[in-house]
């Protein structure tokens, strides 16, 4: 079964390519007119079909998966936007939030996962406070939408342990400090240049499910 909802996860994501590109574009250029490039689709879909697929892989036939694999399809748009032009809509965080809240709530009344729930209240409060607090102390180096992004982190990935948020957190530090060299390697950035931090804090969190899979 996990198989069969992995390949059906990816060809979906493959046929919301176009949508979500479409999406991205919009949303970056704040056009409702904009159009996205071939180039863009292509990329786009195969990331959406990434995205999707890893949700039955991580979590198996069960109500949280609908929250990875919307959080997946969220996570492309907003890394789309990010790049392009440093932000993070909340049009995109805050409903994936509220559908990732949704489907754990769903989870822990259909399977009784009711402690992993409370968990992931609580880290993504967790999350959101310290992105609140980074934020005050470097303003030019957290943007709310970076603070909003970890609060949904943090519910997603608390709702798996708190060692799986650290985890992916740490990962995604990583992550935007090897962008950021690289980009610096090839001359496309100043050691001052602002780098977008939402891809590699998404990237980051995908590190960390793999890890922790199979998800409780």
């Known amino acids: ?25 919009r949303l970056a250029e704040r056009d409702r007119a904009a159009r996205p490039s071939s180039r863009r689709v292509v990329v786009t879909a195969v990331a959406g079909a990434a995205a999707l697929a890893a949700a039955p892989a991580l979590a198996g036939p069960r109500p949280a998966t609908v929250a990875l694999a919307w959080f997946g399809a969220a996570a492309v748009v907003l890394a789309g936007v ?8 909340d049009r995109v965080v805050l409903p994936a939030a509220a559908v990732v809240a949704l489907a754990l709530s769903v989870d822990a009344a ?3 996962t009711w402690p992993a729930l409370g968990r992931a209240v609580a880290a993504a409060a967790v999350a959101w406070g310290l992105g609140t607090v980074a934020r005050l102390v470097q303003p030019g180096g957290f943007g709310g939408g970076d603070v909003k992004l970890l609060g949904l982190l943090g519910l997603l990935l608390g709702w798996v342990g708190w060692s799986v948020l650290a985890a992916g957190v740490l990962a995604g530090f990583v992550l935007g400090a090897l962008g950021a060299l690289l980009l610096v390697a090839l001359g496309r950035a100043g050691w001052r240049t602002a780098v977008a931090f939402g891809p590699p804090l998404l990237g980051g ?3 960390a499910l793999a890890l922790a899979a199979p998800l409780p």
Do not use: E, F, K, N
């Not at 996990?2 to 574009?25: C, D, E, K, M």
């Not at 990010?82 to 809509?89: E, K, Y």
């Open 82 to 89: 990010d790049v392009a032009r440093h932000r993070l809509p």
């Open 205 to 207: 969190a995908y590190v």
């Open 110 to 112: 259909v399977l009784g």
């Open 1 to 25: 079964m996990t198989a069969v909802l992995t390949v059906a996860a990816a060809v979906l994501g493959l046929l919301l390519g176009p949508w979500l590109a479409t999406i991205t574009v």
